[in-house]
């Protein structure tokens, strides 16, 4: 569904949170941001408003309770990927769909694949306390252990998400 893939648009009366701006700009040095927050505390907004400012493109993925499907997860972020960097081979990422029930084999070539990617790389992943599928949070924090220091994930969630971050926070990539 192509309007998942899409940076909501901002809202002409959006309040201009700059140090929170500057906080999303760090996150640039790290592999992973989290923003955490209750619903209507405008996570969407300010990473849409931050994602429009940056001069790097952004894979944008906004996640529904459909996407604990691997596949389908997988297959979004993979979508929004291509249109974000048209270096971005999709078809050798998503070969691996079909075969590979844990997800390892397509993360592996996903990670390979990002590393052709010559400018720094953006995912944001929306409303990811939608994700509650074991084998996708594996999956990430398996990506997360082998991600290049050119590409940096956003997640935004109402609840912090369930994925062992402490190897993570422990070098700072957190």
């Known amino acids: 569904i192509s309007t998942k893939l899409h940076i909501p648009q901002l809202r002409s009366t959006t309040v201009e949170r700059e140090r929170l701006i500057r906080r999303l700009d760090e996150g640039l040095d790290h592999k992973l941001t989290l923003i955490t927050a209750p619903a209507g505390y405008g996570k969407t907004t300010l990473l849409s408003e931050w994602a429009m400012k940056l001069r790097q493109s952004v894979a944008w993925i906004s996640l529904d309770q459909r996407d604990n499907d691997l596949a389908r997860f997988w297959g979004h972020t ?58 996708i949070q594996e999956g990430i924090v398996y990506l997360l252990e082998r991600l290049l220091s050119h590409v940096h994930l956003y ?10 971050l402490s190897r993570l926070r422990a070098r700072n990539e957190l």
């Open 78 to 135: 993979v979508a929004a990927l291509k249109q974000a960097y048209l270096e971005f081979d999709e078809q050798a990422v998503l070969r691996h769909i079909a075969e590979d029930t844990t997800g390892g084999s397509l993360i592996a070539a996903l990670v390979n694949n990002l590393n052709s990617i010559s400018q720094t790389g953006v995912v944001i992943w929306d409303d990811f306390h939608m994700i509650l599928d074991p084998v």
């Open 155 to 164: 997640i935004s969630s109402r609840t912090p998400p369930k994925l062992s």
